[in-house]
């Protein structure tokens, strides 16, 4: 979606390293999704953000609004081998119902 | 368990046919949706309903047709018009705009 800007298109990170995800949207965001993606596979829910300035943790993943509600990111503490795969940061707005998404970004984690 | 369903995994056809992909959800959600990923990229939007019998185009829509007569069930079916459509199809459906949404495993179309 050319309404959602997600970066970086991938990377690699060593394991027990951090890695953050950016997530903009050029229009004022209704909420703000984040799935997990093995390639090939259905998506997995990671989390959910539709106040400013919320943020939301699960295990080593948080994921942060900013206050604007125009721009998302999800930070991986200490990654691991699991946290591997393509993550994609989904959204509908305040005058539109349709839920878009982003390009994705490749996560690769080196032993 | 409730959930949604795609099916068939795997789809092949000729080129010039028409063909139909399924998703069902027993979730009782009133939006659902269709995507289309390609090789390294993102989930584009090609068609989505809010309610029964009503839908709206996506980003992607032309070469796709859909219908939502029950609100179980939003088949999507490639025409012949869609210039590339192997692909791999995901389905997904939520209760509402602010909720999330619910993905099927997929469909992998392969056109030959």
Partial sequence: SQELEQSPQSLIVQEGKNLTINCTSSKTLYGLYWYKQKYGEGLIFLMMLQKGGEEKSHEKITAKLDEKKQQSSLHITASQPSHAGIYLCGADWVNDYKLSFGAGTTVTVRA | ?112
């Fill in chain 2, 1 to 112: 368990d409730g959930g949604i369903t795609q099916s068939p995994k795997y789809l092949f056809r000729k080129e010039g046919q028409n063909v139909t992909l399924s998703c069902e959800q027993n979730l009782n959600h009133d939006a659902m949706y269709w995507y289309r990923q390609d090789p390294g990229q993102g989930l584009r939007l090609i068609y989505y309903s809010q309610i029964v019998n009503d839908f709206q185009k996506g980003d992607i829509a032309e070469g796709y047709s859909v219908s939502r007569e029950k609100k179980e069930s939003f088949p999507l079916t490639v025409t012949s018009a869609q210039k590339n459509p192997t692909a791999f199809y995901l389905c997904a459906s939520s209760y509402d705009r602010g909720r999330k949404a619910f993905f099927g495993q997929g469909t992998r179309l392969t056109v030959v």
